[in-house]
């Protein structure tokens, strides 16, 4: 299995960006996905996570109502909404997969793609 996350970059607070993970090699509907995020200096952690019906969707208490996640399995992408970004929200962004049901920690992911970079200026 291999993710790919892609769409970080450098915004203004308040900005939006759109993160993107396609998928190789386990088709996403038989598995959950999750987005987590590092920051300097931090442990890594929980942002959001989609079931692999994308009937159940968890999310962090700081991203409530700001971030969504979606996912679009023909493409065999998930996908984090970002609006109203704020300065505290610059992390290395890592989109994961779990074989074991909806997770929500590092422990509980069995494969991670590499970060993508989301900087956010005040």
């Known amino acids: 299995v291999q993710l790919q996350a892609s769409g970080g970059g450098l915004v203004q607070a308040g900005g939006s960006l759109r993160l993107s993970c396609v998928a190789s090699?386990?088709?996403?509907?038989?598995?959950?996905m999750a987005w987590f995020r590092q920051a300097p200096g931090k442990e890594r952690e929980f942002v959001a996570a989609i079931s692999g019906s994308g009937v159940t969707r968890y999310y962090a208490d700081f991203v409530k109502g700001r971030f969504d996640i979606s996912r679009d399995t023909a493409k065999n992408t998930v996908y984090l909404q970002m609006n109203s970004l704020k300065p505290e929200d610059t992390a290395v962004h890592y989109c994961?997969?779990?074989?074991?049901?909806?997770?929500?920690?590092?422990?509980?992911?069995?494969?991670w793609g590499k970060g993508t970079q989301v900087t956010v200026s005040s």
């Open positions: 994961a997969l779990s074989t074991r049901g909806l997770r929500r920690t590092v422990d509980g992911m069995d494969y």
């Open positions: 090699g386990r088709t996403i509907s038989t598995a959950s």
